[in-house]
């Protein structure tokens, strides 16, 4: 039976080399490849600075941290989103303002932005759903309207671009993720992006405890002043070593994917008993992390069945997310959220299965994808 996993990283012998030579030396922190790495990145988002971090939830939280938010503020945010994107709110002791999604791109309902906003808001969240820019000249003139600052968290949007520009430079920060499934990996880190010298120099002592000089500045061994308050971001000479390698591989990852995703799209396009969101178009250029497809009505109550379905022919598939945000326990419990709230994201929510287009498969992956899930619905009728 062909196996079509969800997603599998793209290492070889050249990521376990790259481990290799730094493990052979004596500096896995503080060193020389999480700056080269920053460098690479930079360069391949045209970042005029880029910071490393541990993970993307830490680069949320370092940017609300650096903004000063805490409590009576609110951050806007959308209710279709990974968790993380509203806990960082939450951990620096502000308020996330949720926002519903727009029914073609899975996106925040821009129209509903300016209504979240308050007194009290001081950022709004963008998230890039799935790799699909959102419209940022309108989400950039409502903040400038009322003095937000904008982070995008584009966790899944490497290769993203609006109007020729990469995301994470389209607001004022970006937030990856390098997560082993995403678009590519350093087994487990982050980063951010900006275009402010000022912002970039504070993030980067930030992530380091709030010391005033990295090792390499310090004139003697281990004395040093510490000159704000900081955290432990960082990301390590591994880490690092892997990424480095990993971006090399990403003009090939990001075409595999288009290749992919155009070649699913086109078999399921005239799949009556599913919707597909919106994917690239004119200024829209999408990052294709997987192709979500949203069953009709009648097919939600048997969605597991078709996933489990789809297992027993070999296919990997996940959702994107579970539920809205403020959906989860957490969020409905302290904020009394009520299960019928936020409709448009509960319908994806509640009625997608992600499909792969990792550049881990291939065209007949997709082909046979597609065949399987006709097959399974049909059966399911």
Same mark, same amino acid.
């Given at each position: 039976?062909?196996?079509?996993?969800?997603?599998?990283?793209?290492?070889?012998?050249?990521?376990?080399?790259?481990?290799?030579?730094?493990?052979?030396?004596?500096?896995?922190?503080?060193?020389?490849?999480?700056?080269?790495?920053?460098?690479?990145?930079?360069?391949?988002?045209?970042?005029?600075?880029?910071?490393?971090?541990?993970?993307?939830?830490a680069?949320?939280?370092?940017?609300?941290?650096?903004?000063?938010?805490g409590?009576?503020?609110?951050?806007?945010?959308? &209710?279709? *989103?990974?968790?993380?994107? $509203?806990?960082?709110?939450? #951990?620096?002791?502000? +308020?996330?303002?949720? !926002? /519903?999604?727009?029914?073609?791109?899975?996106?925040?309902?821009?129209?509903?932005?300016?209504?979240?906003?308050?007194?009290?808001?001081?950022?709004?969240?963008?998230?890039?759903?799935?790799?699909?820019?959102?419209?940022?000249d309108?989400?950039?003139?409502?903040?400038?309207?009322?003095?937000?600052?904008?982070?995008?968290?584009?966790?899944?949007?490497?290769?993203?671009?609006?109007?020729?520009?990469?995301a994470?430079?389209?607001?004022?920060?970006?937030?990856?993720?390098?997560?082993?499934?995403?678009?590519?990996?350093?087994?487990?880190?982050? &980063?951010? *992006?900006?275009?402010?010298? $000022?912002?970039?120099?504070? #993030?980067?002592?930030? +992530?380091?405890?709030g !010391? /005033?000089?990295?090792?390499?500045?310090?004139?003697?061994?281990?004395?040093?002043d510490?000159?704000?308050?900081?955290?432990?971001?960082?990301?390590?000479?591994?880490?690092?070593?892997?990424?480095?390698?990993?971006?090399?591989?990403?003009?090939?990852?990001?075409?595999?994917?288009?290749?992919?995703?155009?070649?699913?799209?086109?078999?399921?396009?005239?799949?009556?008993?599913?919707?597909?969101?919106?994917?690239?178009?004119?200024?829209?250029?999408?990052?294709?992390?997987?192709?979500?497809?949203?069953?009709?009505?009648?097919?939600?109550?048997?969605?597991?069945?078709?996933?489990?379905?789809?297992?027993?022919?070999?296919?990997?598939?996940?959702?994107?997310?579970?539920?809205?945000?403020?959906?989860?326990?957490?969020?409905?419990?302290?904020?009394?959220?009520?299960?019928?709230?936020?409709?448009?994201?509960?319908?994806?929510?509640?009625?997608?299965?992600?499909?792969?287009?990792?550049p881990?498969?291939?065209?007949?992956?997709?082909?046979?994808?597609?065949?399987?899930?006709?097959?399974?619905?049909?059966k399911?009728?």
């Amino acid at each position: 039976m062909r196996q079509v996993p969800f997603g599998r990283p793209m290492i070889d012998d050249r990521e376990r080399q790259a481990v290799m030579d730094v493990m052979k030396g004596d500096i896995l922190v503080h060193g020389p490849k999480a700056k080269e790495f920053e460098k690479s990145f930079a360069a391949l988002t045209k970042a005029p600075y880029a910071i490393s971090v541990s993970s993307c939830t830490a680069a949320l939280h370092l940017l609300y941290f650096y903004l000063g938010l805490g409590k009576g503020d609110e951050v806007i945010v959308p &209710a279709q *989103t990974h968790t993380a994107t $509203a806990h960082v709110v939450e #951990l620096v002791g502000a +308020k996330p303002v949720f !926002v /519903d999604a727009e029914r073609e791109t899975g996106n925040i309902d821009i129209e509903q932005i300016e209504k979240a906003v308050s007194p009290r808001t001081k950022a709004i969240s963008i998230v890039h759903f799935l790799g699909m820019p959102v419209d940022m000249d309108r989400v950039n003139m409502i903040a400038k309207k009322h003095g937000l600052f904008v982070v995008e968290d584009a966790a899944l949007a490497v290769g993203t671009y609006y109007k020729g520009i990469h995301a994470g430079l389209l607001g004022d920060a970006g937030c990856f993720s390098f997560y082993p499934v995403k678009h590519f990996t350093t087994a487990e880190g982050g &980063a951010i *992006t900006v275009k402010d010298e $000022a912002i970039a120099a504070k #993030l980067e002592r930030q +992530k380091a405890f709030g !010391v /005033d000089r990295t090792v390499g500045e310090r004139k003697v061994p281990g004395v040093y002043d510490v000159t704000m308050l900081g955290f432990n971001y960082r990301m390590n000479e591994i880490e690092a070593a892997i990424g480095i390698e990993q971006i090399k591989k990403v003009p090939m990852i990001l075409e595999r994917r288009k290749s992919n995703y155009e070649c699913l799209e086109s078999a399921l396009r005239d799949v009556s008993e599913i919707e597909l969101l919106r994917s690239s178009y004119g200024d829209f250029q999408s990052s294709y992390y997987c192709l979500s497809i949203i069953l009709k009505e009648k097919f939600i109550p048997k969605r597991f069945e078709i996933v489990n379905e789809l297992k027993a022919n070999g296919i990997g598939t996940s959702v994107y997310y579970p539920r809205p945000v403020p959906h989860m326990t957490y969020y409905r419990e302290k904020y009394g959220y009520m299960e019928n709230s936020y409709p448009l994201a509960s319908r994806i929510s509640y009625g997608s299965i992600a499909l792969s287009v990792g550049p881990h498969l291939n065209k007949e992956d997709m082909l046979y994808m597609a065949e399987a899930l006709k097959k399974t619905i049909v059966k399911f009728k």
